[in-house]
Each structure stands twice: as structure tokens, then as C-alpha cells.
């Protein structure tokens, strides 16, 4: 018993110094981050209490409703809590740094396995404390039920927790018999990936908003069809649904013991079955992850082509950096896959738009379909704010350790920023014009807007793109062990604030322009000198703010990189 | 002729003098060796002349060019090998070597092509020219940087411990190069905990405890100053800790 916590303990400490001894920063980043957490709970809380509210008001249908979207809820999450097991088993019971000196001690295996799938549970189940709490105590304020929910909520939590854990980990260890643990991460990656895009577009295309207006439906059995989520008296997540529903309803007596046993002996089993199994899985799995990666040919006439056309086309030293960058973006697995997301971000974005019921629109349906074209400039440039700050943001903390070989040629830190910029801002202007162009022409979009549209896009990506490579530099994280987590943390929750505070001050910017100019085009009047002056000086302002967002953070983070110790 | 000119070079790490205030030269053609034990300040000192760090204060020359005012045209001709070879796993080694050449500006052509290769089988590396570096050991990635660092033909070459996960084989080969530059007048700056290498290969050495340099000049010049008439070894022992043997510290409680 006693093993297992002292090899608990190292990150025990490490968690404690890193809160102790943080310094101010620390603590204001930490103080920060929390902030952000409880308005992200906040926000969510709020909207579960909107949707359930709502629900009530549908007559003979609030509760079924509310009990179906509380079993998908635990059902998602159980999904996704097994999906996160896997990730972070990979890594806590088979890739990490430390395991070398672990192993080589006289530490028992089952003690380093008990102990690594602590850390384990610990890593990836704190999502369903920042999501699902808030969505829980929604339930809580809508239904009023007694204390036993909160005891319920707790204990069975705990056990879906467990449950979920024990799965992922068996997983964990089975794929890394068959693959070594290297390549099973690879493989994990382009399997979630796969996984979120499969539900992300069949979520989409089953047509969820057809659900809040039962009308379109002509029989209530229809309706109720349309909504078939899985029901099965197997599913952890019903056990746990039906009791939570339950005590929601006043009905605490009913049941509870059943499911809580139901529950309990299967966190049981799953713990015990889990232990079985790394006595004769684990070590061979570990052993296996530590021999070398096997020896792989860098050839590749596809990527020969784009990466020696950016050779030549950026000159020798930011033609250089481009391509290495696409050569190392194609051959890392967990990289590319993320382009498949965002193929079926754009199909689903382009999509939505082609569905909107335009003629059910109260007001003039071009007017509306010009208006929803400017709004999509917001929305546009949002998205690709999120895209940005997953591949713009980290660009320039994916040197890695290898950033001395920048460090220690004769290559300007300038010059290197400016190079970064330039290899990003190229795919990031084709994503952001099919985004404006397409939805144009969806919309059927004036002249007017579509000249304007595209062309504000252009700015906007500019200073998108700068303010990811400046702010990257500002922060960069040069030992991170997985790239997309770069973007997770202080830096790039700064950047995703900044970035969506510049889209938005230049959509509100142009707003009153372009509804003058638009008018004046529906109306057939002409526009006054003042107006003029209005129009010229809402535009240089967006043309100043756009010219600052690119400059400064570029200025900010060349600083910042040349005083780096 | 001075190539490296290091005057009252300063590192201060928040409040911590890893560096302070030390004063060097080192003439074209000399195989410099520095000396220290961990934590003296050496690698702070080597990343401060790759320009790779800041230094807190003083100055560095090279070949009479001050790096905090043109770091650029410094960079241009000092080759640096790093004490832990951290590069791009996703490239091969012809793609890293091509990569640092652009970086350089060396012009692409036969010529250069023709540069990689020579240095590739030099190192034997060729037969992995084309593969991934991810699959290479500790010191295939070694003496990959060494080809890096050799590629722009420095003037000056600033090492650090560069024998660390060089296999006997290995080490026998940077031995040689390192010999064969400075014949051509290359100025080589090598830090290195291998006392015996220091003495085999290094015109001159100087040693560095807390930030200073207590002793600088050739392995002869050292042991008298020491007092001893042993190897490089007793005379590093005697400059930096008194000469007293650890294990006779280690050895004497359990012997009471």
C-alpha cells in the first residue's frame, strides 16, 4: 500500500511547488486561470439552466426531454472520459521521462501500475468537474431535489470516474501489446480525430434544430422517434442517469440501492481486472516502448513539392524554415490528422449556411442575406482565431529544444518571426476566402459586401496570423512535450482573448459603413459628405487597428525572444 | 592574432553570478580547452559566445567583432556544437544539413551537395543520409550537429563536451578533425570534463570555478602552478578542491 503512494509522490510535491513557488507570475497566471475557469462554469451553467427551463415549457414533454439530454450528457462524457484515459495512460504509464528511473528501482510493478493509473484518473477526469458540475447543479436549480442528489451525484460520479478509467487503461495496455506504445500514440490521435470528426458530422447532418420546434413534426411518436438516444439497462451512464433522475423527481428510494451496487461492484471489478491484467501486460507493453523507433525513410515525392516550391519561393533562409516546417507537419501523424478536422469544420460551416431558412426571415429576405454575409465576417474570423491559436500560436514554440540552431545562426530573430508569418499567413488567407467567398455566393451576397467581405478577411488574417507568431513568441514554450498543448495554457488563452477582441472591434468598426453604403445601394439615395467623412474615418481606423495588431505583437515578441535566457 | 577576446564577461541568473567578470584570449589556430567542474559557469560561458545567451555584462570579441553589436556577422563564421544534440526528429540528415546551410546562406548547387555527402561519410553517416532522424542513437544525432557546425567552414568553433555519448570510435574521429582544423586554422573553443582529452588535444586550457578563471595556460604552465608533477588530472583536482581524494571523504566515516 505504502508503495504506491510513495511513487504518487513526486507529482504530488511537483503540484505543490509549482503552486508555492510560482512567484507572482505564477500566481497571477494561476489567479487567472481560474477566473477564466469559473466563467467558462458560469457561462455553461447558465445555458444548461436556459435550455432546461425552456424544456419545461413544452408542454407533456419538458421531463422527457430532460431526462434523455441528461443520459446523453453522462453518456458524451463517459465516451469522452475513456477517450482522455487512453491519452493520458499512454503517456503516464509508458512514455513518460521518469518511468526509466522508476522501473530500474526495486519498486513493485503493480505498485508503479496503481500508481500511474492514479495519475491517470487524476489527469484526465478533471473535465467532468469544469463541464459537468455546472450542468449537474443546473438540474439541481431547475428540479429543487433534496440532499441526497448531491451525495448521489457525488459517489456515482465516482464511479463512472472509475469505470471509465479501467476501460481506457485496458485499452491503453491491449493497443500497446499489438503496437509499440510510440506508434500507438500516433495511432490514438488519428483515431480520436477520426472519432470527432464521425460524430461532429453526424451530429450535424441528423439536424439537431429541428428538435426545439416540435412542430415541424406531425405526430408526438415522430418526435419522440427523432430523439433515440442509447438505451441500455448495461450502460454505466443509464445506472447512473436513472438514480440522478430519481432524486431530481423525489423518488429516492425507489431503485437506489440497486443501481449504487450495480455501480459500485463494477468500479470494483474494472479495478480489479485491471490489476490482473498489468501483471502479465504492463512491463512487456513498457519494455516494448522503450526500444528504438524504427528506422524510417524521410523520401516523399508529394511533399518534395511543396515543401522545395517553398524553398524556392521564400529565398533561402525563410525558404528554409518553410520547408522544414511542411515536411515536419506532414511526417508527424498527430499533425496533419488535425487538417481532417478542419476539412469538416469548413464542409460543416459551409453546410449551415446552405440549410438557414432564409424565407422564413421577418425582414426584406436581401437585406438579410447581406446582413447575415457581414455577421459571417465575425464568424469567419473567429473560427479562424480558434485555428490560428491551435497552429499559428504554437509555430513559434515547435522549434522545440532544437530553437538553439535558430538561436546560434546568423539568422535575425526579425527575420525569423517575419518567416514564421509568412509561412502561416499563405493557408490561413485560402481557409479564410473559401469561408467569405463561398458563404457569399450561398447567400447570394451584392457586389458591395462581396468586394468588402474579402477584402476586410484579408486584413484581418494579417493580423490574426501576426498576433499568433508575436504572442507565440511572447510565450513560447520550447520543452512542451505535445505541440497542441502549447495552446492550452496562459499564453494561449491570451492570444484567443486578444485575437477575438481585434475580429470583433473590426466588425463593429465597419458596421456602421457598410449599413450607410448598403442603403443608400437598397434605397437609391445618395450618400451625404458627412456620411463620407463617417465611411473614410471608420476604415482608417480598421486600417490603424489592423496595422498595430500586426506590428506590435511582432515587435513584442521579437523582445521578448532576444532577452530569453 | 586574437580571435576570441572575452572581456570581463558577466552572467547573472536572478541574482546568481553563474559568470563573473572573466577576461580571456584565445589566438587563431589554438584548440582552447576549458575547464571546470559542474556548475562552474562553463557551458553558461560557451552558450554566452554561440550567442545563444545574453551576457549580463562585458564584452565578446570575435575576430575582432564585438557579437552584441553585429551577432549576425559573428554568427556568420562560429560554428556551434551543443552538449545535448536537440534537433529536428522529423528531418533526415540531409534535410537538417541542407536546413543549416539556408540558414547560413551558403549558395545551393553541386557544390554544397557535394559538401553534405563528404561530411556525411566523414561522420559515417551517409548510409542514414536519407532517414528519419527520430531513429538515430545519442551519438549518430552527435555527430550530426558536428556536420552542422562544420558545413559553414567556422573560423572559430565553440564545443561543448563534445565527447559525451561518442562511442571510442567516435571519439578517435572528432580527435582527428578537431586536429586537422586546427592545422588549418581554425580556432577551436571546447569545454570538456575529459581531463585526458584536454590534455591530448589542447594547446591551452584554462580552468573555471564559481564564475572565475583560476588558471589559464598550457597543461605544463597548469601542473607547475599546481604544484604537482602528475597528469592534468592531479592538477585540476589540486587548483579546484585542494587535491584531496574523494574517497578518502566517502570511505572515512564508514572506516570509524
Same mark, same amino acid.
Given at each position: 500500500?505504502?508503495?504506491?503512494?510513495?511513487?504518487?509522490?513526486?507529482?504530488?510535491? #511537483?503540484?505543490?511547488?509549482?503552486?508555492?513557488?510560482?512567484?507572482?507570475?505564477?500566481?497571477?497566471?494561476?489567479?487567472?486561470?481560474?477566473?477564466?475557469?469559473?466563467?467558462?462554469?458560469?457561462?455553461?451553467?447558465?445555458?444548461?439552466?436556459?435550455?432546461?427551463?425552456?424544456?419545461?415549457?413544452?408542454?407533456?414533454?419538458?421531463?422527457?426531454?430532460?431526462?434523455?439530454?441528461?443520459?446523453?450528457?453522462?453518456?458524451?462524457?463517459?465516451?469522452?472520459?475513456?477517450?482522455?484515459?487512453? &491519452?493520458?495512460?499512454?503517456?503516464?504509464?509508458?512514455?513518460?521521462?521518469?518511468?526509466?528511473?522508476?522501473?530500474?528501482?526495486?519498486?513493485?510493478?503493480?505498485?508503479?501500475?496503481?500508481?500511474?493509473?492514479?495519475?491517470?484518473?487524476?489527469?484526465?477526469?478533471?473535465?467532468?468537474?469544469?463541464?459537468?458540475?455546472? %450542468?449537474?447543479?443546473?438540474?439541481?436549480?431547475?428540479?429543487?431535489?433534496?440532499?441526497?442528489?448531491?451525495?448521489?451525484?457525488?459517489?456515482?460520479?465516482?464511479?463512472?470516474?472509475? &469505470?471509465?478509467?479501467?476501460?481506457?487503461?485496458?485499452?491503453?495496455?491491449?493497443?500497446?501489446?499489438?503496437?509499440?506504445?510510440?506508434?500507438?500514440?500516433?495511432?490514438?490521435?488519428?483515431?480520436?480525430?477520426?472519432?470527432?470528426?464521425?460524430?461532429?458530422?453526424?451530429?450535424?447532418?441528423?439536424?439537431?434544430?429541428?428538435?426545439?420546434?416540435?412542430?415541424?413534426?406531425?405526430?408526438?411518436?415522430?418526435?419522440?422517434?427523432?430523439?433515440?438516444?442509447?438505451?441500455?439497462?448495461?450502460?454505466?451512464?443509464?445506472?447512473?442517469?436513472?438514480?440522478?433522475?430519481?432524486?431530481?423527481?423525489?423518488?429516492?428510494?425507489?431503485?437506489?440501492?440497486?443501481?449504487?451496487?450495480?455501480?459500485?461492484?463494477?468500479?470494483? #471489478?474494472?479495478?480489479?481486472?485491471?490489476?490482473?491484467?498489468?501483471?502479465?501486460?504492463?512491463?512487456?507493453?513498457?519494455?516494448?516502448?522503450?526500444?528504438?523507433?524504427?528506422?524510417?525513410?524521410?523520401?516523399?515525392?508529394?511533399?518534395?513539392?511543396?515543401?522545395?516550391?517553398?524553398?524556392?519561393?521564400?529565398?533561402?533562409?525563410?525558404?528554409?524554415? $518553410?520547408?522544414?516546417?511542411?515536411?515536419?507537419?506532414?511526417?508527424?501523424?498527430?499533425?496533419?490528422?488535425?487538417?481532417?478536422?478542419?476539412? $469538416?469544420?469548413?464542409?460543416?460551416?459551409?453546410?449551415?449556411?446552405?440549410?438557414?431558412?432564409?424565407?422564413?426571415?421577418?425582414?426584406?429576405?436581401?437585406?438579410?442575406?447581406?446582413?447575415?454575409?457581414?455577421?459571417?465576417?465575425?464568424?469567419?474570423?473567429?473560427?479562424?482565431?480558434?485555428?490560428?491559436?491551435?497552429?499559428?500560436?504554437?509555430?513559434?514554440?515547435?522549434?522545440?529544444?532544437?530553437?538553439?540552431?535558430?538561436?546560434?545562426?546568423?539568422?535575425?530573430?526579425?527575420?525569423?518571426?517575419?518567416?514564421?508569418?509568412?509561412?502561416?499567413?499563405?493557408?490561413?488567407?485560402?481557409?479564410?476566402?473559401?469561408?467569405?467567398?463561398?458563404?457569399?455566393?450561398?447567400?447570394?451576397?451584392?457586389?458591395?459586401?462581396?468586394?468588402?467581405?474579402?477584402?476586410?478577411?484579408?486584413?484581418?488574417?494579417?493580423?490574426?496570423?501576426?498576433?499568433? %507568431?508575436?504572442?507565440? $513568441?511572447?510565450?513560447?514554450?520550447?520543452?512542451?512535450?505535445?505541440?497542441?498543448?502549447?495552446?492550452?495554457?496562459?499564453?494561449?488563452?491570451?492570444?484567443?482573448?486578444?485575437?477575438?477582441?481585434?475580429?470583433?472591434?473590426?466588425?463593429?468598426?465597419?458596421?456602421?459603413?457598410?449599413?450607410?453604403?448598403?442603403?443608400?445601394?437598397?434605397?437609391?439615395?445618395?450618400?451625404?459628405?458627412?456620411?463620407?467623412?463617417?465611411?473614410? #474615418?471608420?476604415?482608417?481606423?480598421?486600417? #490603424?487597428?489592423?496595422?498595430? $495588431?500586426?506590428?506590435?505583437?511582432?515587435?513584442?515578441?521579437?523582445?521578448?525572444?532576444?532577452?530569453?535566457? | 592574432?586574437?580571435?576570441?577576446?572575452?572581456?570581463?564577461?558577466?552572467?547573472?541568473?536572478? @541574482?546568481?553570478?553563474?559568470?563573473?567578470?572573466?577576461?580571456?584570449?584565445?589566438?587563431?589556430?589554438?584548440?582552447?580547452?576549458?575547464?571546470?567542474?559542474?556548475?562552474?559557469?562553463?557551458?553558461?560561458?560557451?552558450?554566452?559566445?554561440? @550567442?545563444?545567451?545574453?551576457? =549580463?555584462?562585458?564584452?565578446?570579441?570575435?575576430?575582432?567583432?564585438?557579437?552584441?553589436?553585429?551577432?549576425?556577422?559573428?554568427?556568420?563564421?562560429?560554428?556551434?556544437?551543443?552538449?545535448?544534440?536537440?534537433?529536428?526528429?522529423?528531418? =533526415?540528415?540531409?534535410?537538417?544539413?541542407?536546413?543549416?546551410?539556408?540558414?547560413?546562406?551558403?549558395?545551393?548547387?553541386?557544390?554544397?551537395?557535394?559538401?553534405?555527402?563528404?561530411?556525411?561519410?566523414?561522420?559515417?553517416?551517409?548510409?542514414?543520409?536519407?532517414?528519419?532522424?527520430?531513429?538515430?542513437?545519442?551519438?549518430?544525432?552527435?555527430?550530426?550537429?558536428?556536420?552542422?557546425?562544420?558545413?559553414?567552414?567556422?573560423?572559430?568553433?565553440?564545443?561543448?563536451?563534445?565527447?559525451?555519448?561518442?562511442?571510442?570510435?567516435?571519439?578517435?574521429?572528432?580527435?582527428?578533425?578537431?586536429? @586537422?582544423?586546427?592545422?588549418?586554422?581554425? =580556432?577551436?573553443?571546447?569545454?570538456?570534463?575529459?581531463?585526458?582529452?584536454?590534455?591530448?588535444?589542447?594547446?591551452?586550457?584554462?580552468?573555471?570555478?564559481?564564475?572565475?578563471?583560476?588558471?589559464? @595556460? =598550457?597543461?605544463?604552465?597548469?601542473?607547475?602552478?599546481?604544484?604537482?608533477?602528475?597528469?592534468?588530472?592531479?592538477?585540476?583536482?589540486?587548483?579546484?578542491?585542494?587535491?584531496?581524494?574523494?574517497?578518502?571523504?566517502?570511505?572515512?566515516?564508514?572506516?570509524?
Amino acid at each position: 500500500m505504502n508503495g504506491f503512494l510513495l511513487l504518487c509522490r513526486p507529482r504530488a510535491l #511537483a503540484l505543490k511547488n509549482s503552486i508555492l513557488r510560482g512567484g507572482k507570475k505564477g500566481r497571477r497566471r494561476s489567479l487567472i486561470m481560474a477566473f477564466l475557469g469559473l466563467l467558462l462554469c458560469g457561462g455553461i451553467f447558465y445555458l444548461s439552466c436556459r435550455v432546461l427551463l425552456h424544456f419545461q415549457t413544452i408542454s407533456g414533454l419538458g421531463d422527457l426531454l430532460a431526462r434523455l439530454l441528461l443520459s446523453m450528457m453522462l453518456l458524451s462524457f463517459f465516451s469522452l472520459l475513456i477517450f482522455s484515459n487512453v &491519452i493520458s495512460a499512454l503517456s503516464n504509464l509508458y512514455l513518460s521521462k521518469d518511468l526509466e528511473l522508476i522501473h530500474a528501482s526495486p519498486a513493485m510493478i503493480e505498485d508503479v501500475f496503481i500508481s500511474r493509473a492514479i495519475q491517470t484518473v487524476m489527469d484526465s477526469s478533471w473535465m467532468l468537474a469544469v463541464f459537468g458540475v455546472p %450542468v449537474f447543479m443546473a438540474y439541481s436549480y431547475v428540479y429543487r431535489p433534496g440532499p441526497l442528489f448531491y451525495v448521489t451525484l457525488a459517489h456515482l460520479s465516482l464511479t463512472l470516474v472509475i &469505470i471509465a478509467a479501467g476501460a481506457g487503461i485496458i485499452v491503453t495496455m491491449i493497443l500497446v501489446h499489438i503496437f509499440p506504445a510510440q506508434r500507438a500514440r500516433d495511432f490514438v490521435a488519428l483515431l480520436g480525430i477520426v472519432m470527432g470528426i464521425g460524430i461532429y458530422l453526424l451530429f450535424r447532418f441528423m439536424k439537431p434544430e429541428r428538435l426545439v420546434n416540435p412542430d415541424t413534426f406531425f405526430t408526438v411518436a415522430q418526435y419522440l422517434n427523432s430523439l433515440n438516444a442509447p438505451r441500455s439497462p448495461y450502460l454505466p451512464t443509464q445506472w447512473v442517469a436513472d438514480s440522478l433522475w430519481m432524486c431530481l423527481k423525489g423518488e429516492q428510494a425507489r431503485g437506489f440501492l440497486h443501481e449504487a451496487v450495480l455501480a459500485w461492484s463494477t468500479a470494483g #471489478a474494472a479495478v480489479v481486472i485491471n490489476i490482473w491484467l498489468a501483471s502479465f501486460l504492463y512491463f512487456e507493453g513498457f519494455s516494448k516502448s522503450q526500444e528504438a523507433k524504427k528506422r524510417r525513410n524521410g523520401a516523399g515525392v508529394l511533399l518534395e513539392i511543396p515543401a522545395k516550391a517553398a524553398a524556392r519561393i521564400f529565398g533561402p533562409q525563410a525558404g528554409a524554415l $518553410a520547408a522544414k516546417e511542411i515536411r515536419m507537419f506532414f511526417r508527424d501523424n498527430t499533425q496533419w490528422s488535425q487538417l481532417l478536422l478542419l476539412g $469538416a469544420l469548413v464542409a460543416v460551416y459551409l453546410y449551415n449556411f446552405s440549410v438557414l431558412p432564409i424565407d422564413m426571415s421577418p425582414i426584406r429576405v436581401d437585406f438579410f442575406q447581406n446582413q447575415l454575409c457581414f455577421l459571417n465576417l465575425a464568424l469567419a474570423g473567429l473560427v479562424l482565431s480558434a485555428v490560428s491559436a491551435r497552429f499559428v500560436f504554437p509555430a513559434v514554440s515547435s522549434e522545440g529544444e532544437a530553437y538553439w540552431i535558430i538561436k546560434s545562426s546568423p539568422l535575425k530573430t526579425r527575420r525569423f518571426l517575419w518567416a514564421k508569418f509568412l509561412i502561416y499567413v499563405i493557408p490561413l488567407l485560402i481557409l479564410g476566402e473559401i469561408l467569405i467567398i463561398a458563404t457569399n455566393r450561398l447567400m447570394d451576397a451584392a457586389p458591395l459586401m462581396k468586394v468588402l467581405t474579402t477584402a476586410t478577411m484579408i486584413f484581418m488574417i494579417m493580423g490574426i496570423t501576426s498576433m499568433g %507568431v508575436g504572442l507565440g $513568441a511572447v510565450y513560447p514554450d520550447f520543452r512542451h512535450q505535445n505541440i497542441a498543448q502549447v495552446a492550452t495554457g496562459f499564453g494561449g488563452m491570451t492570444y484567443m482573448i486578444v485575437s477575438a477582441l481585434f475580429v470583433t472591434v473590426t466588425v463593429v468598426l465597419e458596421a456602421g459603413p457598410v449599413y450607410i453604403l448598403f442603403m443608400a445601394g437598397v434605397k437609391n439615395i445618395t450618400v451625404t459628405g458627412l456620411q463620407w467623412l463617417f465611411i473614410a #474615418a471608420s476604415f482608417s481606423t480598421v486600417a #490603424a487597428l489592423t496595422a498595430l $495588431a500586426i506590428h506590435l505583437p511582432m515587435r513584442m515578441g521579437e523582445r521578448a525572444l532576444e532577452s530569453r535566457e | 592574432m586574437a580571435m576570441i577576446e572575452l572581456i570581463g564577461l558577466t552572467k547573472i541568473y536572478k @541574482g546568481f553570478k553563474a559568470v563573473d567578470g572573466i577576461n580571456l584570449t584565445v589566438e587563431r589556430g589554438v584548440l582552447f580547452g576549458f575547464l571546470g567542474p559542474n556548475g562552474a559557469g562553463k557551458t553558461t560561458t560557451i552558450k554566452m559566445m554561440a @550567442g545563444v545567451l545574453k551576457p =549580463t555584462g562585458g564584452m565578446i570579441r570575435m575576430n575582432g567583432l564585438d557579437i552584441a553589436r553585429e551577432p549576425e556577422a559573428v554568427k556568420q563564421f562560429v560554428g556551434f556544437i551543443p552538449d545535448r544534440p536537440f534537433i529536428h526528429e522529423k528531418l =533526415t540528415a540531409r534535410e537538417f544539413l541542407n536546413f543549416v546551410a539556408d540558414l547560413y546562406r551558403m549558395e545551393r548547387g553541386r557544390a554544397r551537395d557535394e559538401q553534405i555527402l563528404r561530411l556525411l561519410e566523414l561522420f559515417e553517416l551517409a548510409g542514414w543520409a536519407d532517414e528519419l532522424i527520430e531513429s538515430y542513437s545519442h551519438g549518430m544525432k552527435q555527430r550530426l550537429v558536428m556536420c552542422s557546425a562544420l558545413i559553414t567552414e567556422p573560423k572559430i568553433l565553440v564545443v561543448d563536451e563534445p565527447m559525451v555519448g561518442l562511442d571510442p570510435r567516435g571519439a578517435r574521429l572528432v580527435k582527428t578533425i578537431f586536429r @586537422g582544423l586546427v592545422e588549418r586554422g581554425v =580556432t577551436i573553443f571546447m569545454s570538456t570534463h575529459s581531463l585526458a582529452v584536454a590534455e591530448e588535444l589542447c594547446g591551452r586550457i584554462a580552468i573555471i570555478q564559481s564564475g572565475r578563471i583560476i588558471s589559464n @595556460g =598550457t597543461s605544463a604552465e597548469l601542473r607547475s602552478k599546481a604544484g604537482t608533477d602528475g597528469n592534468l588530472e592531479k592538477a585540476f583536482l589540486l587548483l579546484t578542491e585542494g587535491g584531496e581524494e574523494p574517497n578518502e571523504r566517502f570511505f572515512a566515516p564508514l572506516q570509524a
